[in-house]
């Protein structure tokens, strides 16, 4: 079956650094786009960064400059480095492969909290 898996996450200060990583299995991962996205309570999902399967990367606003995505394909691993962070980077990080098909496949959600 499709996993992924999404260690990590935690409770970092304001200002800090935090690597969030997932690892893929049951997918061809080199075929997928890997992205990430996060949720605030109350607000809906969106996209924080992509990568795609062509190493093509592009970040949502409010993290660039800030958080970077990056894919290890020896590991099937996508991960997202971040730093500077504030506040209201809050929330449950998600992991998302997307393939050709309309199908999706979603990791669990890993919770960063960061404290002012």
């Known amino acids: 079956q499709v996993q992924l898996v999404e260690p990590g996450g935690g409770l970092v200060q304001a200002g800090g650094s935090l690597t969030l990583s997932c690892a893929a299995s049951g997918i061809s991962f080199r075929f997928y786009h890997m992205g990430w996205y996060r949720q605030a309570p109350g607000k809906q999902r969106e996209l924080v960064a992509v990568i795609t399967s062509g190493g093509g990367i592009n970040y949502s606003d409010s993290v660039k400059g800030r958080f970077t995505i990056s894919r290890d394909s020896a590991k099937n691993t996508v991960y997202l480095q971040m730093n500077s962070l504030k506040p209201e980077d809050t929330g449950a990080y998600y992991c998302?492969?997307?393939?050709?098909?309309?199908?999706?496949?979603w990791g669990q959600g890993t919770q960063v909290t960061v404290s002012s």
């Open positions: 998302n492969a997307q393939g050709i098909t309309p199908a999706a496949y």
